[in-house]
Structure formats: C-alpha cells, structure tokens
C-alpha cells in the first residue's frame, strides 16, 4: 500500500521560488506514475505535472516554462521546483500516484502567493 507525504509549502512572493517535496512509501517499483495537482477554492482539482517510472513528463500549460518535477534517486520521491510563482498559483498542492488506475492522493500542502 503506498503513502504520499508532501512538505515544503507555504507563503511566497510573487516572482519568487518554492520547492515542494512528496515522499512515497510502499509498493513503488514497476510502471506507474507520480506527479503533482492542485486545486484553489471554488475551481476544480487541475494537473501541475507528472512524471512516469520511465521519466517522460508531462504539465499543466499553465505552468509550462515555470514549474520542474523531478524524482529523487529512490524514484520514490518527486519534487516540484516552482519558479517565477504568481498570485494564480496559491492553492493545496496534492501528490499524485498512479498503478495501473489505482490513484492515492497525499494530504496536500498548502501553497499562498502574494503579491
């Protein structure tokens, strides 16, 4: 059974940089992938990014040329580096893991941009 932990939120300026960490524990070898949603009050929960056991990733356009997702050396760990964040982008931030159509979700981390 997989866990998610997520860290690493919290109140950052507009222009500024955050980085969120998600820690997954368990069954986490074979195809499947990991990634990062979130959602803001009143709006839905939308893709950040994600990236495959096999390293392709994919984003959210809103975050295209901003926003990194990368895996620790254990592949159970993803990071998402948030650069050049803007009002737009505070939300809770949710880890993501996917196996064959079975989703967990982490707790979510709460992300506030001022500006």
């Known amino acids: 059974q997989v866990q998610l932990v997520e860290s690493g939120g919290g109140l950052v300026q507009s222009g500024g940089s955050l980085r969120l960490s998600c820690a997954g524990s368990?069954?986490?070898?074979?195809?499947?992938?990991m990634g990062w949603y979130r959602q803001a009050p009143g709006n839905e929960r939308e893709l950040v990014a994600t990236i495959r056991s096999t390293g392709m990733t994919n984003y959210g356009d809103s975050v295209k040329g901003r926003f990194t997702i990368s895996r620790g050396n254990a592949k159970s760990t993803v990071y998402l580096q948030m650069n050049n964040v803007k009002p737009e982008d505070t939300a809770v931030y949710y880890c993501y893991f996917n196996k064959y159509g079975v989703e967990v979700w982490g707790q979510g981390t709460q992300v506030t941009v001022s500006s």
């Open positions: 368990g069954t986490i070898f074979g195809t499947y992938t």
